[in-house]
């Protein structure tokens, strides 16, 4: 069987993805347009499980815990492929994988839903640094993150909102695409990531954190 395909499972539709680009958009695609199945007591399952979400990303998905991300306000469609991608061990990251073992895939809607509600992470509130900021603003039209990313770096869609993001995180994240040991949803981070510098990355998560 050609690598990528899908091959009979009971755990997402009948299907586990051995994960390529376009498999990949399958994948997702076909859970959005389920989209409109709920379960009955589903909302009860993410209040109870939620709260322990949250001890880690943090209160209202404000994480204050270096290396953890801040989840308020993501794209739900984007929440769901990474839980997705999660639960299917595509992405490995503890205690990640363990937390999405065996959700439903109701569950992964839920969850990216009640996180898409959550208020987004304010830009960080200290004075930014003209230069750098500059510097970074240049990078940002040049690899063209305000266009997949939207000029308000919000998201759209599978592209996650990443303004306000926690900057150690943000350095951490564009380092893995760089150095690919962090795999997307598909080759566009990679590819962009290859033609900025290991100097540059921390005045791109720099000028990400801060912009407004």
Do not use: W
């Not at 299917?88 to 999405?100: F, G, S, V, Y």
């Amino acid at each position: 069987m050609e690598r990528g395909a899908l091959r009979r499972s009971p755990h997402f539709f009948g299907f586990v993805m051995y994960p390529t680009s376009s498999s990949m958009r399958r994948l997702a695609a076909a859970l959005v347009l389920s989209c409109g199945a709920a379960v009955p007591g589903l909302a009860q399952t993410v209040t109870e499980r939620l709260p322990l979400c949250l001890s880690c990303h943090g209160e209202s998905g404000q994480s204050q815990n270096p290396g953890v991300p801040s989840l308020g306000g993501q794209q739900a469609f984007y929440v769901t492929v990474q839980l997705l991608m999660f639960r299917e061990r595509m992405r490995i990251a503890d205690p990640m994988n363990d937390m999405a073992k065996g959700l439903s895939d109701d569950d992964l809607r839920a969850f990216a839903e009640a996180i898409a509600k959550l208020p987004p992470p304010p830009p960080a509130d200290d004075p930014p640094d003209a230069a750098r900021m500059e510097r970074a603003r240049a990078l940002v039209d040049q690899n063209r993150c305000n266009f997949c990313h939207t000029p308000s770096l919000a998201g759209q869609d599978n592209v996650p909102g990443i303004a306000g993001q926690r900057e150690d995180y943000l350095v951490k994240t564009l380092r893995g695409y760089k150095d690919n040991s962090r795999h997307g949803y598909d080759d566009s981070m990679a590819e962009v990531m290859a033609t900025v510098t290991d100097a540059q990355i921390p005045d791109l998560a720099y000028y990400i954190a801060r912009v407004k």
